[in-house]
């Protein structure tokens, strides 16, 4: 007989095997019912996650770390989940800009040229180049300035000026009118060559059309088939494919046409926009370090966080928010106003934090922020001095200042306009939208080796990237144990077996979850546990209200079995049915960004859940000698994420797909949809990431490449890696006696 002390509940549950031998409904509580309810009827458990899903309008501290190495870890993972969010991790190959520059017009001390260039094969960025008048063979600092919503050509309108004068907010009322050209003039008569380009949809960017880039509200279920697909599909948000994305490459590509001018200095960069432009700024920032300095305006707030189509994207804001993703530009300066808008709090929210970061960073006068808010919503001439102040120090321009900006002769259509009959515009339209996303779609397969690496080093870079991939779109690591509390709710003896209630709670997330765990009656249990995960939560261990009969098998055989109701599954619904579809903000707009930018999905929570259960089950209340899991009825896609997750937190996990693979998702409100899980290789790459552990997978026709690839490369042999097709066998059958062999 074994009486190993490992396990340290062996003894109570001997007692308590007696307990309730005599007294089976003590106080210690009862099952209600054959669904083995923890909570009482009709309650819920205690988790924050049943609250309304987070909008773009809710609350969005930002929390300074306690230290600098905290910091910087936190600081990188968050540029991953940037890079993930927009599309661009693993970085895409930079193809040729083809960039063309013509129609040069001459004003008082600059001059304005006509820009387009490539930033994909066919897809052209448009805009407008402003340079100092004079020599163009000295090497000149350079501002990127993306515009924001009205466009570069934004007009106040000639009937409007006399107020804004009176109030201060303009000065001039010509080339006033005009205020995002505005601050491009000024600046390159500072001596600054200066880059707006224009935002999909605006002046000359039409390819993708302004309603579809930025006033999308309905689904186009032409645009959602799995072979042929748009913006905004289940399709596109599966391989995080979005309007944001595309802005934040385009500006990426921007700063490379900057930096190849030849009379640009690429060590003396910086980025400001105002409004949606600001939010350009901040993932610019956030991504990309040439620019030395940064004036992201009129987005830095704890409070809305950019209200169009444009400015979200799934995974971007999850855990974090705008304060904390501008503050990942640190230690490099940054400067921004407080307006009578959503950033009217900067001075006492967001703010303070900034400034406690640089100060830890040892730069505390390398951000700024000035409170302006006898004005609303703006980047109006005040707040342009304060960014031509901010440039001038930190560009090292050797102005005098005050600078103040003067008068100018507002460009006509004519001289604005990039497209004419020598430059015409390239088409666009439906059948454009349908080919960009296939390009986009294959210029990430190229990143990743079309999922099929070859060669040691191919294969390991493909499976860093992937699984980096896999852990910023699951986002969350393995719990630790002493954050798992278990409080008992019942226990029941049955004919040769013991049944537990419990309910589990990590307190770190506020999350709770009950559990159910099966064990033998005799001494001599094994010291295994076998944590059940199915796609209908732990009622799937009592079909019927009986015990499993693989359950049992398990039980019988000496195991411990542990099953659990995920998120959304059993007691975390009100009738008992597990949910179907995610729930989604209120936001009319059916976008999935709106929702999955701020919440995680119904899968990713769900793989958080077995996360907890892990820790839990190998803390030190059990202590196990093994724990293995067994994934079947539509809970083997969640193991296998979680797999990813835990690493060799499992001993063995057996594995049934069902052949489920989110590539045939056709809609993204699907309980199991997952943004990025196609990009990141889709339920073959996810099953090679298990890689070197031990592996049993059944629902698949044959074992996928990509699996082997992995364990040959790991030195481990694939021939417990058994594959059966659908309907062929029993597979909860055959997932038993395959743990049964461990």
Known sequence: MNRSPVFRITAPLIFLAVVIAANPRSALGFPDGADRRVFDAGQQPADVRLQEPKDLNAYFPFEVPATKAEWEQRQAELRQRVLVATGLWPMPAKTPLNAVVHGKVLRDGFTVEKVYFESLPGHFVSGLLFRPEGRTDAKRPAVLSPHGHG????????????????????VHANSGRFPKLARCAQLARMGVVTFIFDMMGYVDSHQVSYQLAHRYADRRPEFEATDSWGFYSAQAESRLHSIMGLQTWNGVRALDFLASLPDVDPARMAVTGGSGGGTQTILLGAIDDRHIAGFPNGMVSTSMQGGCTCENCSLLRIGTGNVELAALFAPRPQGMTAANDWTKEMMTKGYPQLQKLYAMLGVP??????????????????????????????????????????????????EYTVWNKQHPAPAGGDDYERTLLKQMDERDQVALFAHSPAGNTEIQNYLSAVRSGWQTIIGRTLPKAEDVQRKKAWKETKAGYLEFGDVLTLTTKGEQLPVVSVYPKSVDWNQKVILWIDGQGKAGMFPNGEIHSDVRRLVDAGYSVVGVDLFGQGEFTTNGETLTENPTVKNPRQFAGFTYCYNETLFARRVHDILTVTAWI?????????????????????????????????????????????????????????????????????????????????????????????????????????????????????????????
């Open 151 to 170: 466009g570069r050509q934004q007009d106040y309108g000639s009937d409007k000026m006399a107020a804004l004068i009176a109030s201060g907010a303009e």
């Open 618 to 742: 190998n803390s030190d209340e059990h202590s196990p000698k093994a724990l293995h899991a067994i994934g079947v009825n539509g809970g083997g896609p969640l193991l296998a994420a979680a797999r990813v997750i835990a690493d060799s937190a499992f001993d063995a996990t057996a594995i049934d797909t069902g052949g489920f693979r989110f590539e045939t998702l056709t809609d993204w409100k699907h309980a199991d949809f997952l943004p990025g899980a196609v990009k990141y290789g889709d339920m073959p790459t996810l099953l090679s990431l298990s890689a070197p552990n031990k592996l049993w997978i059944a629902g698949e026709e044959t074992t996928p490449a990509i699996v082997k690839t992995a364990y040959k490369a790991a030195g481990v042999k694939t021939s417990d890696l058994v594959s059966s097709a659908n309907g062929r066998l029993d597979t909860t059958t055959a997932a038993t006696d395959y743990i049964l062999q461990q």
């Open 365 to 414: 006068d390398d951000v700024y922020c000035e409170e302006m808010l006898h004005f609303p919503h703006n980047y109006n001439a005040v707040t342009r001095g304060i960014m031509y102040s901010w440039m001038n120090k930190h560009l090292g321009l050797g102005i005098q200042e005050p600078i103040a900006e003067t008068e100018w002769e507002p460009l006509s259509a004519a």
